[in-house]
Structure formats: structure tokens, C-alpha cells
């Protein structure tokens, strides 16, 4: 995961209509394929037996499905003529905004605020199942004349197989219950009915704080994220009420990759005099005295998605904003968030704040060995069901085109940041705009992959683009593209993999049904309030629908780590290319042959090329990847097996502190002094009191668990194993004394980056160290873990020895270790990035050794020459002292030396041979120790004086 900054929020910006008025072009004209409906509200229903009656004029007679299909509801019957069904737009009755279907003999009550279409235009009986057993009638819901409501603005008829139109949601009720015919189903479209408006160019108005950060400044598209569909400026009747402000939310992705979430509160407020213009009033054709209204919105921009917690705030906000006499400023609330509020951390996950009356909690997500996720995967579930879940992770998985949809804004971030989070140990690398303004509606043309959330409303004017697939999340309709179609049908899924995944799904989804996660996101009136126990529920529920992803993703790569291909030599520039990195072949020959067409086609996608580059090189999500590993591992020896412990994850927090932050305080301000505003006010620098900036308190960029691991850090995974080992050693002395030894070798091996830099011979330490290692190998006296094969590799590479680091990951291979995904990563990287000599130097190298083997040679010749004339001398009787010198070499050569890793190799010898690495021991007999480098080795003089 990308460094993000240890701060609550970032930026705190006011959008809504600017000094520089400018009509806002909410569609390019040159993307509109075929115009549909006018968009005018629905406000009659009508039933026609045409063979009786005749289709009343204004009404539009459906007569056809979307494909061409009758739409008759008598077709297949004897007796009777056509039945069809009829609707009106216009503005001059309340709009309907709901329609059901009744079933008369089923005892089944009417729902509150429905009217049945009792009686077709003529006068009849409006049954649409005539001759059937089951009385089928329309049944619809009315909603206010004035202000403004979602209304139905579409009506079609779908037959049985017939995917809906975009935008429009299915009723899943047959309006044909007899046995003759085929089925019909009703399917409609909503919109937001507003009067009588005119858009502009919404622009930024007011932010805090004033100067961009460094690492990420104010994006210029904020407004128009903010505002999708402009600055409304409205003519209300006089009886029309207040609309609720709305809350939506979207997500920014910077050049880097780093991604930047904004939570937005979108309310209404009187345009003021001042700003009031004579080309408004022009465009919606009203007088000077009529009252205009606008909207206007506020909107907290951070790294960190603390979306129900920003909505609170925000929420609270407006509320304050609207109240009369409060005793601060806005700004003073408003600064206290962005520079008084701590960020919570894993010893505090829980910051509380007060603004006003209200207490507003910022907690961190549920902390698992997964990467941390922003999202909440309940929202998936409730509007998804497990066939479609299931679908989408296919799409993603074959890097199709994607497209979501909603007339609930918020709904589309939550979904998009839930899509990308189920696919580790894979990334999402292509386009994500999980909240597109329909003005940016044009990347939805782009030849590449992406993932973009848009409101419904964008049906109204286009046609759905022949290559994307459309998901639906209102109605649960997902309608797949001509190529999405072929390759799920030839390239399927796994197929035991994916089924497994659905069973758990649905077994998640009556949970969720049953949590029931609040859906709606209009701005309370009054704040509401959520239990403990309920938050704990969800989130226990929310990691079980990861670990269920997680568990398919770890089935169908089950065997990916043994088929990573290490770097064994010299960079070049197809060093990082994924068919040397990974052995495609030997993966497929563990794979059966109808899984092969999947495979073939996913090792060419950039999700799985960028999975096997992390993988080989070091990264920030090394630690999360070696959990994968370790999950791969579980489940190929019980395929049932727990992958996350979900219940001490979830339980845990609860035992954490809360940390209570201090309210703003009236520092500078004038004692007594009351705050009311007719508008959302423009913020005022003067007021915002505090002893430092945000600025000056920005942190530097960091991850929170699981972070980018560090060399000499012990992954979770190594801790375990490590707990283990010593607990199974408690029990024997051979075991307990390697043990122990290991352990000393580790914290010495932590030591040695700072012996390098101290001593003078560093390649002769390096060398020893390696030694050290090979050595311990022989013994049988392995280190407890990888980090002192990490830390070698890393210093071989910081003395520019990347050979040494080569010869280091043979030895870890010698020693039985599978490295992890974080000693595997520094290994390639260390390869990758260092300092290999070149080849003039090898030339150079060359050139000095056949010189020294030409010096030796002569060397050599001339002792034969020394020995023949020894031989000759010793026949006279002279002593030959180049044999004496040779023995005492020889001699010297094979006197015994006692190494330090000699402990337990031969326990039944009388003498033990022993050397230890720390220093107490040297008090004891130090004229017997000599040092080497930085390793001790007794010599035999010191042994034979001891005895």
C-alpha cells in the first residue's frame, strides 16, 4: 500500500458558484449517440384492452420489449384481446415515484401510500392475468407536485431472458401467472425531478489551508467531483420545502499512484442579492422579485476514507451553519479537526472530537495481516448477489471494461474501493474513477481496462457503449458485453474454486441482510447514533467476506511460489520481464487441462505481470504477500482451514483505548460574542486560531500496518514459526543449545550493519559472515529465521558484492529454507540494483591473472632448478633447508583449530569442542582466543595449557 500521511483529513474546501459564472456543459455534445426520453416524471399509468378501447392520447402505448418482443399480457390466449400498458409524463400532477404489482387472491395487504390501477381506460377491471386464477394489478406510489423527488421517468416491458436496459431497474414480479404465454416483468427507470433550473460551472470558493502540501497538492477537478452535475440555480413555487442535503463521496488517484478520497454534504441556500445575476433569471424566465435558490456544497479531502465519520462531521457542520447564535466560528471547528484531532494508531485506534453537541469517533479499520483496507465490503453484498459477486470477479480478473452504476452517488466509491480490495494478492492497475462526473463520461471511450462509478442519469442521455460491461447496483443486474460473454464462456472460471465462493457468499449475505447497513445517504435531520455491538458485528462480517475472496484467490494459485524464477546473475534489460520470473509451463503441468484456457489468458494481464514483479522485488506489500504465501501453504494441507482469525481481530479493539481530543476553544475572540450566517460563509483566515499550521505539523509519509517491511524486521509469519521451534526445543538439551545458538547468531547478525561501518576491513567481515552462515548449516544450528540472510544480502549489496548476495540465497537453498515473499523480494532487488563489474573490468582482471600465472610459473621453475641442485648438495652431505621449510609449513598447516560452531556435533567425545560468540566467555581463558575479522576461534595452544 502507498505511504499515506499520519493526519485526519488534508484539505477542507467550500464549492458552489464562483466570481466567473459560465453555463455548464454537463454532457459533451459530441459523445451523445441516441437520445432517450425527455426525462419528464411519470404521472399516470394506463391498462388498455385494445380490442375494447383505444390508447388515450398524451399516453405512450408499450406495445414492444427493448429487443423487439410483444409486449402483449394476453399473447398466447384464446379468448380476450391485446392487453397493454400505458404511461404519461408531464408536470402538471404529482409524479409517481414507486410501482409494484398486486396479486389479488393471495391475501396480500396493499402497501402503505400505494394506489391500485383498479380500472383500465375504459372503464374495466384493469387484471392484467384475464382468464388466469391470479387477479395481477398495477399498484403505485405519488409524490409531492413541488420540490424536489425521485420519479419514475421510464417504463418498459422485459420477456423472460432479456436483460433490462441500462439504468433501468428490474421488478421481478411476473405480470403473467397463467400457463400460457411467455413471462413478462416490469422494469423502470428513476431520476431526480427538480424544478425548473439552469447549471453552471461550479468553482472553489473557499479551502483551509491556504498552501498546497508538498506531497499532494489540491487537484484542480475537486469542483466538478464535488458537484457532478454543476451549481444548480433553481425557481421554487413558494410551497415547494427545503430538499435534504445529500452526502456522496469519490476518490482522486494522483501521477504516483497515491489516493486521495473526498467526503462532500451538497445543500441548498437562497441566492443572495449580490450574486443573483440578470442572465439567471433570464434562463428560467422569472421576475426580480422571485426568489432564487442554489446549491452549494462543503467537502473534507483526505488519504485515509473515514467516510461515516466525515459525513458526521460534516453533517454537524451544516447544521451549525444554519443554527442561530452559536459561540464559535465555523472556522474554529473546522481547524480543530485539521490540526488538534490526533490520528489514531494501533495502540489508539479510537480519536473522539466534539463539534457542538455532537461527539464524532475517527477509528481505524479492523487490523488484519491483509493490506489495510479503506472500504466496506457489506456494501457489496447488499446490493450484489453471490452469482453477480462472483461474475465481477471474473470481469476483474480478465481486465474487462466496467462500468457501475447508481442514482445513489455515495454507494459507487464504497463498491469500487470493495472490487479492488477482493482481488489480492492482485492489484487493480488500470483507470479506477469509482464517482465519475458526467462530464469526464468520455473515458468510458478509452481503449484500456478500468473501473469507473457514474450516477444513473448518464442512461438518460447515452446509450450503454457496445464494449463495457454494466453492472446495475440498484436492481442486481450485471449485463456483460459481447467479448465479456466469450471468455467466460470459453475460459471459465476454476470451477470447484468459484463454487466454493458462492456457498460461503450466500451464507454472507443472509448476514448482511440480517445487520441491514444503513443504505441511505441524505443528511440526518438529527444525528443518529449506531451501537457498539452492531459496529462489531458488521465488522467481523466484513472480514469474513475478505477471507472468502482471500480463500479462492490462495485455491487457484496454490502453486504459483514454487514456479518464481530467482535472478542468479548480472542485471539486463529483461531482468524484470515476468516470462523469467516466473515458469509459466511448470505452473500449468500442476494445473488440470480445463483450467488451462483460464490460465493462459491471465498470465498475460497486467493484474497477474504486476502480482509476479512485487512478488520478485521488494515492496511495501511484501509482508502482506508473504501472508498469502503462507495461506497457500495452509490450504494445501487442509483445504478447510482458518485463514484469519476474524473473531481476537475484531474482539481486540475493544480493549484498546479511546483518546478524547480537545474541543476548539474562543482564544481571540471577543467574550460573548454570538455566530449566525444566512449563507455557508466564505472562510475567514483570521479565524482560524491555532499555535501551528497544518502545514508545519505535516508528517512524513508512512504506511500503517502492514508497512513496508523493514530488513531487519521479523515478519508475523517468522514469529510464529520461531514461538514454535523454541517450544518444541524446551524439551531437549541438543535442541535447546542449537536454540540458543541460533539466537546469538541472529542478534549478532542484526549487529553486523553497524560492525561494517566501524571496521576497516569490511570485505573480510562480509566474508566471515558468510562463512559464519555455511557453517552453521554443517552444525545443523540454523538461524531461527530469515532476517540474518536479509541483512546479509542487503549489506553484500551496500559494499557492492551482489555475487556474495547470490551465493547467499544458494546457501539459504542448502539450508532447506523456502525464502518468503520479503526475503525473496531484497534478494532480487539486491541483484537487480547492484553494482555488477563491468566487462573492461573483467578484460582487466583476465590480463592481471595470466600475468600472475606467467610470475608463478616462473617461480615454479626456478625451485625445480633450487631442488635438483638440493639433491645434488645433500649427496655431499649438505643440510637441504628449503625441506625443512616445507614441513614446518605442512606442520603448521594441519594443526587442529576448534570453530565456534562446533557445539553438539560429537556429544559422546570426551572433549567437547566448544567457542561461543559472547564476550563474558573471553574473561574466563582470553590468552586462548584469538580474533579473525569479528569471528573467535580458540587455538590449540590455549586448549592444551587448559588441559
Request: charged residues 20%; contains cysteine; glycine residues 6%.
Given at each position: 500500500m502507498e505511504g499515506r500521511p499520519e493526519r485526519i483529513t488534508d484539505y477542507f474546501v467550500v464549492v458552489g458558484l464562483g466570481r466567473n459564472v459560465t453555463q455548464f456543459e454537463q454532457f459533451p455534445s459530441e459523445e451523445v449517440d441516441v437520445p432517450q426520453s425527455t426525462g419528464e416524471p411519470i404521472t399516470d399509468l394506463a391498462v388498455v384492452f385494445h380490442k375494447h378501447e383505444v390508447c388515450p392520447k398524451g399516453y405512450r402505448c408499450i406495445e414492444t420489449t427493448p429487443s423487439g418482443h410483444n409486449a402483449n399480457l394476453n399473447a398466447g390466449h384464446l379468448f380476450g384481446g391485446p392487453i397493454h400498458i400505458g404511461y404519461r409524463q408531464?408536470?402538471?400532477?404529482?409524479?409517481?415515484?414507486?410501482?409494484?404489482?398486486?396479486?389479488?387472491?393471495?391475501?396480500?395487504?396493499?402497501?402503505?401510500?400505494?394506489?391500485?390501477?383498479?380500472?383500465?381506460?375504459?372503464?374495466?377491471?384493469?387484471?392484467?392475468?384475464r382468464g388466469g386464477r391470479t387477479p395481477t394489478y398495477l399498484t403505485f406510489k405519488r409524490g409531492m407536485l413541488f420540490g424536489h423527488c425521485t420519479a419514475l421517468t421510464g417504463l418498459c416491458l422485459i420477456s423472460k431472458g432479456e436483460d433490462p436496459p441500462p439504468g433501468y431497474r428490474l421488478l421481478r414480479m411476473d405480470l403473467k401467472k397463467g400457463l400460457i404465454g411467455p413471462s413478462l416483468f416490469l422494469a423502470y427507470?428513476?431520476?431526480?425531478?427538480?424544478?425548473?433550473?439552469?447549471?453552471?460551472?461550479?468553482?472553489?470558493?473557499?479551502?483551509?489551508?491556504?498552501?498546497?502540501?508538498?506531497?499532494?497538492?489540491?487537484?484542480?477537478?475537486?469542483?466538478?467531483?464535488?458537484?457532478?452535475?454543476?451549481?444548480?440555480?433553481?425557481?421554487?413555487?413558494?410551497?415547494?420545502?427545503?430538499?435534504?442535503?445529500?452526502?456522496?463521496?469519490?476518490?482522486?488517484?494522483?501521477?504516483?499512484?497515491?489516493?486521495?478520497?473526498?467526503?462532500?454534504?451538497?445543500?441548498?441556500?437562497?441566492?443572495?442579492?449580490?450574486?443573483?445575476?440578470?442572465?439567471?433569471?433570464?434562463?428560467?424566465?422569472?421576475?426580480?422579485?422571485?426568489?432564487?435558490?442554489?446549491?452549494?456544497?462543503?467537502?473534507?479531502?483526505?488519504?485515509?476514507?473515514?467516510?461515516?465519520?466525515?459525513?458526521?462531521?460534516?453533517?454537524?457542520?451544516?447544521?451549525?451553519?444554519?443554527?442561530?447564535?452559536?459561540?464559535?466560528?465555523?472556522?474554529?471547528?473546522?481547524?480543530?479537526?485539521?490540526?488538534?484531532?490526533?490520528?489514531?494508531?494501533?495502540?489508539?485506534?479510537?480519536?473522539?472530537?466534539?463539534?457542538?453537541?455532537?461527539?464524532?469517533?475517527?477509528?481505524?479499520?479492523?487490523?488484519?495481516?491483509?493490506?489495510?483496507?479503506?472500504?466496506?465490503?457489506?456494501?457489496?453484498?447488499?446490493?450484489?448477489?453471490?452469482?453477480?459477486?462472483?461474475t465481477l470477479l471474473s470481469l476483474l480478473l480478465f481486465e474487462q471494461k466496467l462500468v457501475l452504476h447508481s442514482s445513489r452517488p455515495a454507494l459507487l466509491t464504497g463498491v469500487g474501493e470493495a472490487l479492488r480490495s477482493v482481488l489480492f494478492p492482485f492489484s487493480w492497475q488500470c483507470t479506477y474513477i469509482p464517482m465519475c462526473p458526467l462530464a469526464f463520461s468520455s473515458y468510458m471511450q478509452a481503449p484500456v481496462p478500468f473501473i469507473i462509478g457514474i450516477d444513473s442519469q448518464f442512461f438518460d442521455v447515452f446509450e450503454k457503449p457496445a464494449d463495457v460491461c454494466v453492472v446495475d447496483l440498484d436492481s442486481n443486474f450485471v449485463t456483460l458485453s459481447k467479448e465479456a460473454k466469450t471468455l467466460l464462456e470459453q475460459r471459465p472460471v476454476p470451477s470447484k474454486p468459484i463454487k466454493a465462493?458462492?456457498?460461503?457468499?450466500?451464507?454472507?449475505?443472509?448476514?448482511?441482510?440480517?445487520?441491514?447497513?444503513?443504505?441511505?445517504?441524505?443528511?440526518?435531520?438529527?444525528?443518529?447514533?449506531?451501537?457498539?455491538?452492531?459496529?462489531?458485528?458488521?465488522?467481523?462480517?466484513?472480514?469474513?467476506?475478505?477471507?472468502?475472496?482471500?480463500?479462492?484467490?490462495?485455491?487457484?494459485?496454490?502453486?504459483?511460489?514454487?514456479?518464481?524464477?530467482?535472478?542468479?546473475?548480472?542485471?539486463?534489460?529483461?531482468?524484470?520481464?515476468?516470462?523469467?520470473?516466473?515458469?509459466?509451463?511448470q505452473f500449468l503441468r500442476h494445473c488440470p487441462t480445463s483450467e488451462w484456457p483460464f490460465f493462459s489468458y491471465l498470465f498475460d494481464t497486467q493484474l497477474f505481470c504486476s502480482l509476479i514483479e512485487l512478488r520478485s522485488f521488494a515492496h511495501a506489500e511484501s509482508t502482506a504477500l508473504a501472508f498469502f504465501d503462507e495461506c497457500t501453504e495452509r490450504l494445501a494441507l487442509d483445504s478447510s482451514a482458518q485463514l484469519i482469525n476474524v473473531g481476537a481481530d475484531v474482539s481486540r479493539r475493544s480493549d484498546l483505548p479511546t483518546v478524547v481530543a480537545l474541543p476548539p476553544d474562543d482564544i481571540g475572540l471577543s467574550k460573548g460574542k454570538t455566530y449566525t450566517y444566512l449563507t455557508f460563509p466564505r472562510l475567514d483566515p483570521a479565524l482560524f486560531h491555532s499555535t501551528q499550521s497544518p502545514l508545519s505539523r505535516s508528517p512524513s509519509l508512512r504506511c500503517i500496518l502492514p508497512g513496508s517491511p523493514m530488513v531487519g524486521r521479523r515478519t508475523q509469519a517468522e514469529k510464529i514459526k520461531d514461538r514454535m521451534f523454541l517450544q518444541k526445543s524446551i524439551h531437549s538439551d541438543s535442541l535447546w543449545a542449537k536454540s540458543l545458538l541460533s539466537h546469538v547468531c541472529s542478534v549478532w547478525y542484526m549487529l553486523l550493519p553497524s560492525h561494517l561501518a566501524a571496521h576497516w576491513n569490511k570485505l573480510g567481515v562480509l566474508s566471515e559472515a558468510f562463512e559464519l552462515l555455511?557453517?552453521?548449516?554443517?552444525?545443523?544450528?540454523?538461524?531461527?529465521?530469515?532476517?540474518?540472510?536479509?541483512?546479509?544480502?542487503?549489506?553484500?549489496?551496500?559494499?557492492g558484492r551482489p555475487a556474495l548476495a547470490v551465493r547467499v540465497y544458494h546457501e539459504m537453498i542448502k539450508a532447506g529454507l523456502q525464502p518468503s515473499a520479503v526475503t525473496y523480494g531484497f534478494y532480487n532487488k539486491a541483484v537487480i540494483e547492484g553494482k555488477w563489474p563491468s566487462t573492461k573490468r573483467n578484460w582487466k582482471i583476465l590480463k592481471i591473472t595470466i600475468i600472475a600465472c606467467l610470475y608463478l610459473l616462473g617461480k615454479v621453475r626456478k625451485r625445480n632448478g633450487l631442488e635438483r641442485n638440493g639433491d645434488r648438495a645433500q649427496?655431499?652431505?649438505?643440510?637441504?633447508?628449503?625441506?625443512?621449510?616445507?614441513?614446518?609449513?605442512?606442520?603448521?598447516?594441519?594443526?587442529?583449530?576448534?570453530?565456534?560452531?562446533?557445539?553438539?556435533?560429537?556429544?559422546?567425545?570426551?572433549?567437547?569442542?566448544?567457542?561461543?560468540?559472547?564476550?563474558?566467555?573471553?574473561?574466563?581463558?582470553?590468552?586462548?582466543?584469538?580474533?579473525?575479522?569479528?569471528?573467535?576461534?580458540?587455538?590449540?595452544?590455549?586448549?592444551?595449557?587448559?588441559?
Open positions: 408531464g408536470r402538471d400532477r404529482p409524479p409517481i415515484t414507486d410501482i409494484s404489482v398486486f396479486y389479488g387472491n393471495q391475501h396480500q395487504q396493499l402497501p402503505s401510500g400505494y394506489e391500485p390501477l383498479a380500472f383500465s381506460v375504459g372503464g374495466r377491471p384493469a387484471d392484467l392475468n427507470r428513476t431520476s431526480l425531478v427538480r424544478p425548473s433550473s439552469v447549471a453552471y460551472t461550479p468553482e472553489l470558493i473557499s479551502r483551509y489551508p491556504l498552501q498546497d502540501y508538498p506531497e499532494f497538492a489540491l487537484p484542480e477537478s475537486v469542483p466538478l467531483f464535488c458537484m457532478p452535475f454543476g451549481v444548480s440555480v433553481e425557481h421554487w413555487d413558494r410551497r415547494a420545502p427545503y430538499p435534504f442535503p445529500t452526502f456522496l463521496t469519490f476518490a482522486l488517484t494522483n501521477a504516483q499512484g497515491q489516493c486521495m478520497y473526498g467526503a462532500v454534504v451538497m445543500f441548498y441556500e437562497q441566492v443572495p442579492e449580490e450574486e443573483c445575476r440578470p442572465e439567471m433569471r433570464a434562463a428560467l424566465g422569472v421576475g426580480e422579485e422571485e426568489v432564487l435558490h442554489m446549491s452549494k456544497c462543503v467537502c473534507l479531502l483526505s488519504h485515509w476514507p473515514f467516510f461515516s465519520a466525515f459525513k458526521a462531521f460534516l453533517s454537524a457542520l451544516y447544521r451549525l451553519s444554519v443554527s442561530r447564535n452559536i459561540p464559535l466560528p465555523l472556522e474554529r471547528y473546522i481547524g480543530n479537526l485539521m490540526i488538534d484531532v490526533p490520528f489514531p494508531t494501533m495502540e489508539r485506534p479510537r480519536v473522539q472530537t466534539q463539534i457542538g453537541n455532537e461527539f464524532i469517533v475517527f477509528s481505524l479499520p479492523v487490523q488484519t495481516p491483509l493490506p489495510l483496507s479503506v472500504s466496506t465490503h457489506c456494501s457489496l453484498l447488499s446490493s450484489l448477489d453471490p452469482d453477480n459477486c462472483c465462493l458462492k456457498q460461503a457468499l450466500k451464507s454472507l449475505a443472509t448476514k448482511v441482510r440480517g445487520l441491514n447497513p444503513g443504505t441511505d445517504f441524505a443528511v440526518e435531520v438529527a444525528p443518529l447514533d449506531f451501537g457498539d455491538t452492531q459496529k462489531g458485528d458488521l465488522e467481523t462480517v466484513d472480514v469474513e467476506i475478505r477471507e472468502a475472496f482471500l480463500r479462492f484467490n490462495a485455491t487457484i494459485l496454490r502453486q504459483y511460489r514454487s514456479c518464481l524464477r530467482p535472478l542468479l546473475s548480472a542485471p539486463s534489460e529483461r531482468s524484470r520481464d515476468t516470462s523469467l520470473l516466473f515458469d509459466q509451463q555455511e557453517g552453521m548449516r554443517k552444525k545443523q544450528a540454523l538461524p531461527s529465521d530469515e532476517v540474518c540472510y536479509r541483512i546479509l544480502m542487503e549489506q553484500c549489496v551496500k559494499l649427496e655431499m652431505g649438505e643440510p637441504d633447508f628449503s625441506s625443512l621449510t616445507r614441513t614446518a609449513s605442512t606442520a603448521a598447516r594441519r594443526q587442529p583449530t576448534i570453530d565456534a560452531l562446533d557445539v553438539g556435533v560429537n556429544e559422546n567425545s570426551s572433549e567437547r569442542k566448544m567457542a561461543l560468540l559472547h564476550p563474558p566467555l573471553l574473561r574466563r581463558n582470553s590468552s586462548g582466543f584469538k580474533r579473525r575479522g569479528s569471528v573467535y576461534k580458540l587455538s590449540t595452544s590455549a586448549k592444551e595449557g587448559g588441559g
